[in-house]
């Protein structure tokens, strides 16, 4: 499926502070969800988001001149981890992050089981990844008031 005209293309350090305040946005809504605003995705400093983009495989998606979404993954142990799929508010279900989940399978260089996690309320979300092959595997208490999904895919060689 292509989404509506968006460009996916590997990030760089000059765009860390635009998808660091989209990530906060985006997950803004996850806090007010849960009534947690103290979520990793929601404290992370602009100095560790450029340190993921030396180490992992780190995409965006493009509106023109927008970044309107992003995806990074790292290999662990032999499982790729993806993590932060976020698209913009104004931009979800229109098939952007179906199309940068299936981009950021293809940067994984022998891939052969990828994890992907989200809050066990973010119902749309765990149903975005079950179309695109992901199985729950395991459940995370990340506090008193969120309780993670893991979801696994394995890749055939």
Excluded at 11 to 20: G, M, P, Q, V, Y
Excluded at 91 to 101: A, H, P, T
Excluded at 128 to 147: A, M, V, W
Aim: a neutral charge; hydrophobic letters at 40%.
């Amino acid at each position: 499926m292509k989404a509506i005209n968006v460009k996916i293309k590997k990030t760089d350090k000059t765009d860390a502070t635009e998808i660091l305040a989209l990530q906060k946005l985006v997950y803004l809504g996850e806090a007010e969800k849960y009534n947690d605003f103290t979520i990793p995705p929601l404290i992370q400093s602009l100095d560790e988001i450029k340190s993921e983009l030396d180490s992992y495989v780190f995409l965006k998606a493009e509106l023109k001149s927008l970044i309107v979404g992003s995806v990074r993954a790292h290999n662990l142990n032999d499982t790729w981890h993806i993590g932060r799929l976020i698209v913009h508010p104004d931009y979800q279900r229109k098939g952007i992050g179906g199309c940068l989940l299936l981009e950021i399978e293809k940067h994984l260089d022998h891939a052969n089981r990828l994890e992907i996690f989200t809050g066990s309320d973010s119902l749309s979300t765990i149903r975005l990844y079950e179309r695109y092959g992901y199985q729950k595997c395991r459940t995370e208490r990340l506090s008193d008031r969120i309780l993670l999904v893991f979801m696994e895919k394995y890749i055939q060689a």
